[in-house]
Each structure stands twice: as structure tokens, then as C-alpha cells.
Nanobody, 127 residues
Framework: QVQLVESGGGLVQAGGSLTLSCAHS????????MGWLRRAPGKRREFVAAISRDGGITDYADSVKGRFPISRDSAKNTVYLQMNSLKSEDTAVYYC????????????????????WGQGTQVTVSS
């Protein structure tokens, strides 16, 4: 069983930065594709970014491309989302997710493709 624990959310002014972390509990981290998704108030959960098992492939939503680099540290079993140039529309609950299926090139966007989820961390951007 995989447990994911997010941290790093909070309140920040527009234009500021935050770094989200997600700690993966199991020794299967190296075989887990990792992703970040978010749910804004009144909206459906949407894809933000994903990173392949070895970190060699990343994918981003157009709305965050160039602002939110995703990375992973195999020594710490942790995936990160560095959020820069934050906008009010980035306000949401951010969820870390792990996908155990697919190939090493797999970087899913749909939430149904993820097998495990964190509890979410709130990010609020004030304008």
C-alpha cells in the first residue's frame, strides 16, 4: 500500500512562489509515475504536471507550463512541484498522485489513471 503525504501549501501573494512536496511511503517509488492535480473552488479536478519513473519525461498543463517545474528525488522518495509566478487562478487544493501501471514513458493526465492519492494541500494566491 502506498501512502502519499503532501506539504508546502499556504497563502502567497500573486507573483510569489511556493514549493509543494509529496513524500511516497513505499519502496515502489522508483516504479511509480508521479503527478500533481488540483481542484479549484467549484471546478473539477484538473491535471497540473506529471513525471515519469526515472524523471526523464515530464508533462505539463498549458496553464502552468514554464512556471511549475516538477521534479523527483529518488533518495528521498519525494516529488516536488516548484510553483513560480503564482496567479490568483492557481488557487486550489493540490493533490499528489501515484500511478503504478504503464511503461516507463507513461505520464498520465487523467485522474482515473492514478492509483494512489494524497490528502491534498491548499494553495491560496491573493491578488
Amino acid at each position: 500500500q502506498v501512502q502519499l503525504v503532501e506539504s508546502g501549501g499556504g497563502l502567497v501573494q500573486a507573483g510569489g512562489s511556493l514549493t509543494l512536496s509529496c513524500a511516497h511511503s513505499a519502496r515502489t517509488f522508483s516504479s511509480s509515475t508521479m503527478g500533481w492535480l488540483r481542484r479549484a473552488p467549484g471546478k473539477r479536478r484538473e491535471f497540473v504536471a506529471a513525471i515519469s519513473r526515472d524523471g526523464g519525461i515530464t508533462d505539463y498543463a498549458d496553464s502552468v507550463k514554464g512556471r511549475f517545474p516538477i521534479s523527483r528525488d529518488s533518495a528521498k522518495n519525494t516529488v516536488y512541484l516548484q510553483m513560480n509566478s503564482l496567479k490568483s487562478e492557481d488557487t486550489a487544493v493540490y493533490y499528489c498522485a501515484a500511478a503504478m501501471r504503464g511503461t516507463s514513458y507513461y505520464v498520465p493526465r487523467r485522474e482515473t489513471e492514478y492509483d494512489y492519492w494524497g490528502q491534498g494541500t491548499q494553495v491560496t494566491v491573493s491578488s
